[in-house]
Protein backbone atom coordinates (compact mmCIF):
# COMPACT_ATOMS: atom_id res chain seq x y z
CA UNK A 1 0.00 0.00 0.00
CA UNK A 2 1.58 3.41 -1.27
CA UNK A 3 1.36 6.65 1.05
CA UNK A 4 -0.92 9.17 0.07
CA UNK A 5 0.39 11.73 -2.04
CA UNK A 6 0.73 15.42 0.00
CA UNK A 7 3.12 18.85 -0.94
CA UNK A 8 6.15 19.00 0.99
CA UNK A 9 5.57 22.31 2.02
CA UNK A 10 2.71 25.28 1.96
CA UNK A 11 2.90 28.60 3.18
CA UNK A 12 0.92 31.15 3.61
CA UNK A 13 0.59 34.99 5.90
CA UNK A 14 -1.53 35.54 8.46
CA UNK A 15 -5.09 35.87 7.92
CA UNK A 16 -4.94 34.02 4.51
CA UNK A 17 -6.05 31.00 3.75
CA UNK A 18 -4.25 27.73 2.84
CA UNK A 19 -5.06 24.62 0.93
CA UNK A 20 -3.56 21.09 1.90
CA UNK A 21 -4.43 18.25 -1.41
CA UNK A 22 -4.17 14.59 -0.43
CA UNK A 23 -4.10 12.64 -3.03
CA UNK A 24 -4.65 8.61 -3.20
CA UNK A 25 -6.61 6.21 -5.23
CA UNK A 26 -9.96 4.33 -5.57
CA UNK A 27 -8.59 1.87 -2.99
CA UNK A 28 -8.05 4.95 -0.38
CA UNK A 29 -9.09 8.25 -0.50
CA UNK A 30 -11.69 8.05 -3.93
CA UNK A 31 -13.30 4.64 -2.24
CA UNK A 32 -13.73 5.55 1.05
CA UNK A 33 -15.19 8.70 3.34
CA UNK A 34 -12.64 7.96 5.91
CA UNK A 35 -10.37 10.43 5.22
CA UNK A 36 -9.01 12.20 8.44
CA UNK A 37 -6.37 14.92 8.80
CA UNK A 38 -3.31 15.53 11.99
CA UNK A 39 -2.00 18.76 12.85
CA UNK A 40 1.52 17.91 14.55
CA UNK A 41 3.69 20.70 16.11
CA UNK A 42 7.52 19.59 16.32
CA UNK A 43 8.08 17.52 18.73
CA UNK A 44 4.26 16.95 19.86
CA UNK A 45 1.56 14.12 19.55
CA UNK A 46 -0.57 14.17 16.06
CA UNK A 47 -3.81 15.60 17.09
CA UNK A 48 -7.27 15.25 14.94
CA UNK A 49 -8.24 18.57 13.00
CA UNK A 50 -11.08 16.79 10.26
CA UNK A 51 -12.52 13.04 10.41
CA UNK A 52 -14.49 11.75 8.07
CA UNK A 53 -13.62 13.75 5.03
CA UNK A 54 -15.15 17.24 6.84
CA UNK A 55 -16.39 16.52 9.99
CA UNK A 56 -14.38 18.83 13.16
CA UNK A 57 -14.04 17.26 16.29
CA UNK A 58 -15.17 19.36 19.49
CA UNK A 59 -12.62 22.15 20.05
CA UNK A 60 -11.36 22.27 16.90
CA UNK A 61 -11.91 25.79 15.43
CA UNK A 62 -13.85 26.32 11.88
CA UNK A 63 -11.07 27.96 10.28
CA UNK A 64 -10.00 24.11 9.56
CA UNK A 65 -12.36 22.31 7.15
CA UNK A 66 -11.59 19.39 4.71
CA UNK A 67 -13.16 18.29 1.15
CA UNK A 68 -13.06 15.52 -1.36
CA UNK A 69 -12.84 14.90 -5.26
CA UNK A 70 -12.06 11.90 -6.37
CA UNK A 71 -9.37 10.54 -5.63
CA UNK A 72 -8.30 13.74 -3.73
CA UNK A 73 -8.80 15.32 -0.18
CA UNK A 74 -8.24 18.46 0.64
CA UNK A 75 -7.85 20.62 4.00
CA UNK A 76 -8.31 23.97 3.65
CA UNK A 77 -7.51 26.68 6.47
CA UNK A 78 -9.20 29.86 6.37
CA UNK A 79 -7.88 33.02 8.66
CA UNK A 80 -4.24 31.62 9.14
CA UNK A 81 -2.56 32.11 12.37
CA UNK A 82 0.69 31.95 13.45
CA UNK A 83 0.40 28.91 15.50
CA UNK A 84 -1.12 27.00 12.19
CA UNK A 85 2.26 26.39 11.32
CA UNK A 86 3.02 22.70 11.87
CA UNK A 87 3.32 19.47 9.95
CA UNK A 88 -0.20 17.93 8.17
CA UNK A 89 -1.06 14.29 7.33
CA UNK A 90 -4.13 12.88 5.89
CA UNK A 91 -5.11 9.60 6.46
CA UNK A 92 -7.55 7.31 5.02
CA UNK A 93 -9.01 3.88 5.07
CA UNK A 94 -7.50 1.68 2.84
CA UNK A 95 -9.70 -1.54 2.58
CA UNK A 96 -9.91 -4.92 4.53
CA UNK A 97 -7.54 -4.31 7.44
CA UNK A 98 -5.87 -1.16 6.46
CA UNK A 99 -4.89 2.41 6.66
CA UNK A 100 -2.72 4.51 4.74
CA UNK A 101 -0.80 8.10 6.08
CA UNK A 102 0.26 10.92 3.18
CA UNK A 103 3.32 11.91 3.40
CA UNK A 104 3.11 14.99 5.33
CA UNK A 105 3.03 18.90 4.45
CA UNK A 106 4.90 21.63 6.48
CA UNK A 107 2.86 24.51 6.82
CA UNK A 108 4.77 27.37 7.32
CA UNK A 109 2.74 31.05 8.29
CA UNK A 110 4.90 33.74 6.71
CA UNK B 1 -9.33 13.99 30.35
CA UNK B 2 -8.33 11.04 28.22
CA UNK B 3 -4.54 10.48 28.67
CA UNK B 4 -2.02 7.86 26.64
CA UNK B 5 1.22 7.19 28.05
CA UNK B 6 4.04 5.33 26.07
CA UNK B 7 7.11 4.00 27.69
CA UNK B 8 9.41 1.32 27.30
CA UNK B 9 11.97 2.32 24.46
CA UNK B 10 15.51 2.90 24.51
CA UNK B 11 18.39 1.60 22.61
CA UNK B 12 18.41 -1.54 21.42
CA UNK B 13 21.20 -3.70 19.19
CA UNK B 14 19.97 -5.28 15.51
CA UNK B 15 18.49 -8.17 16.67
CA UNK B 16 17.58 -7.44 19.75
CA UNK B 17 13.54 -6.98 21.71
CA UNK B 18 11.95 -4.55 23.61
CA UNK B 19 8.48 -4.23 24.58
CA UNK B 20 6.50 -1.25 24.86
CA UNK B 21 3.58 0.26 27.50
CA UNK B 22 1.16 2.51 27.03
CA UNK B 23 -0.85 3.43 29.93
CA UNK B 24 -4.37 4.28 29.31
CA UNK B 25 -6.59 6.29 32.01
CA UNK B 26 -9.59 8.68 31.41
CA UNK B 27 -11.79 6.30 29.65
CA UNK B 28 -13.00 3.11 29.07
CA UNK B 29 -10.13 0.99 27.66
CA UNK B 30 -12.44 -2.16 27.22
CA UNK B 31 -14.64 -0.40 24.55
CA UNK B 32 -11.62 0.56 21.98
CA UNK B 33 -9.75 -0.65 19.57
CA UNK B 34 -6.13 0.60 20.14
CA UNK B 35 -3.24 0.80 17.86
CA UNK B 36 0.53 1.47 17.67
CA UNK B 37 1.51 4.52 14.82
CA UNK B 38 5.09 4.78 14.40
CA UNK B 39 7.22 8.05 12.87
CA UNK B 40 10.91 7.52 11.53
CA UNK B 41 12.98 10.88 12.31
CA UNK B 42 12.13 13.39 9.81
CA UNK B 43 9.32 11.06 8.58
CA UNK B 44 5.98 10.84 8.28
CA UNK B 45 3.39 8.71 10.22
CA UNK B 46 2.84 5.03 9.67
CA UNK B 47 0.67 2.70 11.23
CA UNK B 48 1.79 -0.52 12.69
CA UNK B 49 -0.88 -2.53 14.56
CA UNK B 50 -3.93 -2.42 16.24
CA UNK B 51 -6.10 -4.54 18.38
CA UNK B 52 -9.99 -5.08 18.95
CA UNK B 53 -11.50 -4.32 22.18
CA UNK B 54 -11.52 -7.79 23.47
CA UNK B 55 -7.89 -8.99 21.51
CA UNK B 56 -9.49 -11.44 19.72
CA UNK B 57 -8.68 -9.72 16.31
CA UNK B 58 -5.29 -8.02 15.92
CA UNK B 59 -3.88 -6.49 12.80
CA UNK B 60 -0.21 -5.77 11.65
CA UNK B 61 1.77 -3.80 8.57
CA UNK B 62 3.60 -6.37 6.67
CA UNK B 63 6.83 -4.90 7.55
CA UNK B 64 6.01 -6.04 10.76
CA UNK B 65 4.60 -9.20 10.77
CA UNK B 66 6.04 -12.34 12.14
CA UNK B 67 8.46 -9.91 14.49
CA UNK B 68 6.04 -7.69 16.82
CA UNK B 69 3.18 -8.85 18.87
CA UNK B 70 0.35 -6.44 19.98
CA UNK B 71 -1.27 -7.37 23.25
CA UNK B 72 -3.61 -5.20 25.79
CA UNK B 73 -4.30 -5.88 29.47
CA UNK B 74 -8.17 -4.50 30.21
CA UNK B 75 -7.81 -4.74 33.76
CA UNK B 76 -4.67 -3.05 33.57
CA UNK B 77 -5.99 -0.09 31.09
CA UNK B 78 -2.45 -0.76 29.36
CA UNK B 79 -1.81 -1.83 25.40
CA UNK B 80 1.36 -3.49 24.67
CA UNK B 81 3.62 -4.00 21.82
CA UNK B 82 6.54 -6.72 21.67
CA UNK B 83 9.25 -6.59 19.12
CA UNK B 84 11.38 -8.89 18.20
CA UNK B 85 14.05 -9.28 15.84
CA UNK B 86 14.33 -5.31 15.61
CA UNK B 87 16.02 -3.83 12.55
CA UNK B 88 17.40 -0.10 12.18
CA UNK B 89 14.53 0.81 10.05
CA UNK B 90 12.33 -0.02 12.86
CA UNK B 91 14.00 3.24 14.39
CA UNK B 92 10.83 5.58 15.13
CA UNK B 93 9.41 7.59 17.84
CA UNK B 94 6.27 5.01 18.56
CA UNK B 95 2.69 6.38 19.62
CA UNK B 96 -0.06 4.43 20.94
CA UNK B 97 -3.73 6.09 19.60
CA UNK B 98 -7.30 5.67 20.39
CA UNK B 99 -8.90 4.48 17.22
CA UNK B 100 -12.03 4.73 16.10
CA UNK B 101 -14.31 1.92 13.74
CA UNK B 102 -17.50 3.82 12.06
CA UNK B 103 -20.60 2.06 13.96
CA UNK B 104 -22.38 1.04 10.73
CA UNK B 105 -19.90 0.01 8.47
CA UNK B 106 -17.52 -1.15 10.92
CA UNK B 107 -14.56 0.12 8.69
CA UNK B 108 -11.40 1.50 10.39
CA UNK B 109 -12.23 5.92 10.54
CA UNK B 110 -9.47 7.86 12.62
CA UNK B 111 -7.10 7.91 15.59
CA UNK B 112 -8.90 10.64 18.00
CA UNK B 113 -6.05 10.74 20.82
CA UNK B 114 -2.60 9.79 20.70
CA UNK B 115 -0.13 9.36 23.42
CA UNK B 116 3.21 11.59 23.63
CA UNK B 117 5.18 8.88 21.98
CA UNK B 118 8.45 6.34 23.25
CA UNK B 119 11.56 6.41 20.64
CA UNK B 120 13.69 3.28 19.91
CA UNK B 121 16.27 3.35 18.22
CA UNK B 122 18.11 0.17 17.15
CA UNK B 123 21.71 0.49 16.05
CA UNK B 124 24.62 -1.02 17.15
Known amino acids: QSALTQPRSVSGSPGQSVTISCTGT?????????VSWYQQHPGKAPKLMIYDVSKRPSGVPDRFSGSKSGNTASLTISGLQAEDEADYYC??????????FGGGTKLTVL | EVQLVESGGGLVQPGGSLRLSCAAS????????MSWVRQAPGKGLEWVAN????????YYVDSVKGRFTISRDNAKNSLYLQMNSLRAEDTAVYYC?????????????????WGQGTLVTVSS
Open chain 2, 26 to 33: GFTFSSYW
Open chain 2, 97 to 113: AREIYDFWSGYRDRFDY
Open chain 1, 26 to 34: SSDVGGYNY
Open chain 2, 51 to 58: IKQDGSEK
Open chain 1, 91 to 100: CSYAGSYLVV
